[in-house]
């Protein structure tokens, strides 16, 4: 759960470049947010022995990296692969049905709309990883 639905209650501060600098370089050492360092240091001033154990520190966000490219590649890969896999399950359909073969043409008929699903699923994926 994110600070801000955590905490409710906020007071803006200002501060210059330096100050500003200074508080989230500690914080990044620390690996915890800048805004839980403040409450740490509020709280061990205001009352040093009580609040300062109750204030729990929150772990810095760090954010998503993009993926390398040839994970994108790759997932090209497999996006065409599975779609192959259903223009081939699709082309078996038929022919078990010419030939009269019952079972394994409803087999195959009931395999397609599952793959015709990853297929999609590879390209909401793929879309996601890409930013669009």
Known sequence: ???KRKLKKSLLVRLDDEQYAYITNHARQRDITAN???RECLAGALSPSDTYQKVKPVKAYNPRT???PE???E??????S?????G????????????????????????????REA??????LRKKLEGK
Do not use: F, W
């Open 71 to 73: 994970y994108i590649k």
């Open 82 to 86: 599975t779609a192959e896999l259903c």
């Open 1 to 3: 759960m994110s600070e």
């Open 75 to 80: 997932l090209y890969r497999l996006r065409e």
């Open 88 to 115: 081939a399950l699709v082309q078996y359909a038929i022919k078990s049905r010419q030939e009269g073969h019952v079972m394994a043409h409803a087999e195959t008929e009931s395999l397609i709309p599952d793959v």
């Open 36 to 38: 839980s360092l403040v």
């Open 66 to 68: 993009p993926p390398k």
């Open 119 to 124: 297929v999609r699923n590879l390209d909401r």
